[in-house]
């Protein structure tokens, strides 16, 4: 039996990982600090035999027993939100921690999984977003303490495979929504919902023109899977390519929520990205993988996940 460690394995993409990991046969422990995580995340594991937890922050040494097979490494706050308040804690899970883990993948002969981000990319000048493209970032805006934290993870892990012989893999995530999010995590899905289910006007950051490109929580990890089988060392985005403006995603909220609120506009905070759209030529040739949900699918599921959260009909 394959073991895997996953760190932030309580959140919301690494929670859902650690269920697949464990149906693919994977004996899985999740560590996890709860800065942003939730215990609640698992509680669906909470009977696997083949299933642990550990709360920890992995920015520290961890010492775990026995083999281990990969390591991989979701453990970050991910929203704006989180930056603003918590910048340290940000910068040191892309950072110590990625030193810690990728420290004890060499002791133990793992593979080491890192999970990057499309914010790699800052605010594009190119679109859509190729994995040659080296990004256009402002190192030390608001932003930065999650970009450039992601940015120096790749450049150490990559430090790890070239000095170590570390076997790695590095995955840009572009923006994924799905059960588990949190509702005040002040990413654009848990704002809408949960702003269309209270009746409560829709915020909307700039002129609503910006585009973002949302991929379902289940595609992202099987694309993770499919990742983890192929021997590839360099970036692979992964994501959705089907780009929307944020207004059209607006009245998509509405018009599947069914409510009556109106669009309101809010300053467009600094930095924020004008465009975001993959480019998953590599990942389609590499992993065989492409998207399977639909946009309109996967937020009547995520709907129906928030509606349970508030109690609402």
Known sequence: MKRALVTGGAGFVASHLCERLIKEGFEVI???SLITGDKSNLSGLKKEKKFSFIEHDVSEPLNIK????WI???????????????PIDTMKAGSFAVYQMLELAKKKGSQFFFA????????????PQKETYWGHVNPIGPRAVYDEAKRFGEAMTSAYLRYFKVRVRIIRIFNTYGPRMRLNDGRVV???????LKGEDLTVYGSGKQTRSFCYVSDLVDGVI?????????PVNVGNPTEFTIMEFAKKVLALTGARSRIV????????????????????????WSPKVGLDQGMKLTIEFFKNKMGVD
Do not use: W
């Not at 453990?75 to 603003?84: E, G, K, M, R, T």
């Not at 990057?116 to 679109?127: I, L, N, R, V």
């Not at 499919?226 to 360099?234: C, W």
């Open 190 to 196: 848990p704002n809408f919902v949960s702003q269309a």
């Open 66 to 69: 026995g083999k281990l097979d």
């Open 226 to 234: 499919r990742l983890s089988a192929v021997n590839y060392n360099r």
């Open 265 to 288: 506009y809010m300053p467009l905070p600094e930095d924020d990205p004008k465009q975001r759209k993959p480019d998953i030529t590599l990942a389609k040739k590499l992993l065989k």
């Open 116 to 127: 990057s981000t499309s914010e790699c990319y800052g605010d594009p000048e190119e679109h």
């Open 30 to 32: 999740a560590a996890d």
């Open 72 to 86: 991989y490494h979701f453990a970050s706050p991910a929203s704006p939100i989180d930056y603003l308040e918590l």
